[in-house]
């Protein structure tokens, strides 16, 4: 069992930035895909970005392309979403999620995700 627990959340202004841990209890840790997904009110879960194993492949959804960038501390068991140019449509509940799964074809299909963290907020205002 992989606990996963996020960090870094909170309320800043458009424009401004953010960076999100995610801490995994697990000593394996290389052993999963990590990924981070958003829920904002009323809406589906939605992906945001993943990487590989080892680091060396990113993935992100359009919408966040060129703002958020994905990246792991494989010694620390750690994964990070630093999140700049943050818009009011970032605003959401930030979820981080550890996978089993081998291809990276589906990086962004929640259902393939085996662990998840209990997600922090992050609130934008314009």
């Known amino acids: 069992q992989v606990q996963l627990v996020e960090s870094g959340g909170g309320s800043v202004q458009a424009g401004g930035s953010l960076r999100l841990s995610c801490a995994a209890s697990?000593?394996?840790?290389?052993?999963?895909?990590m990924g981070w997904f958003r829920q904002a009110p009323g809406k589906e879960r939605q992906f945001v970005a993943a990487?590989?194993?080892?680091?060396?492949?990113?993935d992100y959804a359009d919408s966040v392309k060129g703002r958020f960038t994905i990246s792991r501390d494989n010694a620390g068991n750690t994964v990070y979403l630093q999140m700049n140019s943050l818009k009011p449509e970032d605003t959401a509940v930030y979820y981080c999620?550890?996978?089993?799964?081998?291809?990276?074809?589906?990086?962004?299909?929640?259902?393939?995700?085996?662990?998840w963290g209990h997600g922090t907020q992050v609130t934008i205002s314009s």
């Open positions: 697990e000593r394996t840790f290389t052993s999963y895909i």
């Open positions: 999620a550890a996978g089993r799964f081998l291809s990276a074809q589906v990086v962004g299909l929640s259902s393939r995700y085996d662990y």
């Open positions: 990487i590989s194993r080892s680091g060396g492949r990113t």
